[in-house]
């Protein structure tokens, strides 16, 4: 493993292996956010895909559109 981090301090990107660590350390904190935002992403995915399965109302569901002028659905013609 000694040598492993020799080469990386070689490569010039991190001059020391503390540097190097903390790189290491820092990525994988980074890829366990992401892990769990991908978690949660399926989750509410899952979830809603669940509700309208079983027969919940969408939000579509709840949009009403109502015809102008109060209801008939025919426009009135306006004063000629």
């Known amino acids: 493993m000694k040598e492993f981090i020799e080469a990386k301090l ?3 990107q991190f001059s020391t292996p503390s540097e190097y660590i903390r790189s290491l350390i820092r990525d994988d904190q980074d890829l366990n956010g992401s892990r769990e935002a991908v978690i949660l992403v ?4 899952l979830s809603r895909t669940s ?3 079983v027969g919940e109302p969408s939000d579509r569901d709840s949009i009403r559109i109502h015809p102008p002028n109060g209801g008939s659905g025919q426009q009135e013609n ?3």
Request: zero cysteines.
């Open 42 to 45: 399926r989750r509410g995915m």
């Open 51 to 53: 509700r309208h399965e």
């Open 78 to 80: 306006g004063p000629e």
């Open 10 to 12: 070689r490569e010039g």
